[in-house]
């Protein structure tokens, strides 16, 4: 089985400060993905990878950066914190254009 | 642009009713429509691939199907288990999915 975990389900950061999300795939896949999740607006692809260190801008990409050291872990960035950028936070990874497995979900809260 | 559209928002059904839930798409070139469960707060979980019109799949009570321009959902007999949203996506000529807003379905005992 496909397995992709997040390094936090629930997170509460203040306005301002550096938050980082990390996701780990055990399928050597790959493609990883970054999206976000808010109510009446679905998700929406933060950022992509498709190969270790490389990365390219999904929809709704400012306010983020992503890193890819190592093929199995992908992390969001999130410089400075703002309150419009609490949300559900989704990783996702696939094997080249096929099916895009997800991870459980990180709930993170800037107040 | 790509679009998916599904519909209707919300379905409530009691339990053994059986019900389709719609995807309307468009999309230059497709690749692939998937099919997803999500359950409150949690990411979401893959149930189908399907790649050329005409072609179906099966898991247990749900049934997908495929068109030209939709996808079809089809709930047999379904139980409170079933009760979640189930999301659509579509992927084009890169590795992009673009998902719909999801159809909420309640089932009732």
């Known amino acids: 089985d496909v397995k992709v975990t997040q390094s936090s389900r629930y997170l509460v950061k203040r306005t301002g400060e550096k938050v980082f999300l990390e996701c780990v795939q055990d399928m050597d896949h790959e493609n990883m993905f970054w999206y976000r999740q808010d109510p009446g607006l679905g998700l929406r692809l933060i950022y992509f990878s498709y190969d270790v260190k490389m990365k390219e801008k999904g929809d709704i990409p400012e306010g983020y950066s992503v890193s890819r050291e190592k093929k199995e872990r992908f992390s969001l960035i999130l410089e400075s914190a703002s309150t419009n950028q609490t949300s559900m936070y989704l990783c996702?990874?696939?094997?080249?254009?096929?099916?895009?497995?997800f991870g459980p979900g990180t709930r993170l809260t800037v107040t | 642009e790509d679009q998916v559209t599904q519909s209707p928002e919300a379905l409530r059904l009691q339990e053994g009713e059986s019900s389709s839930l719609n995807c309307s798409y468009t999309?230059?070139?497709?690749?692939?429509l998937f099919w997803y469960r999500q359950d409150p707060g949690k990411g979401p979980e893959f149930l189908f691939t399907l790649y050329s019109a005409g072609e179906e799949k099966e898991k247990e009570r749900l049934k997908a199907t495929l068109t030209k321009k939709e996808s079809f959902l089809h709930i047999t007999a379904p139980k409170p288990e079933d009760s979640a949203t189930y999301l659509c996506?579509?992927?084009?000529?890169?590795?992009?999915?673009?998902f719909g807003a999801g159809t909420t379905v309640t089932v009732r005992a």
């Open positions: 999309v230059s070139g497709l690749r692939g």
């Open positions: 996702a990874s696939s094997l080249l254009d096929r099916t895009q497995y």
């Open positions: 996506a579509v992927q084009a000529d890169d590795y992009k999915l673009s």
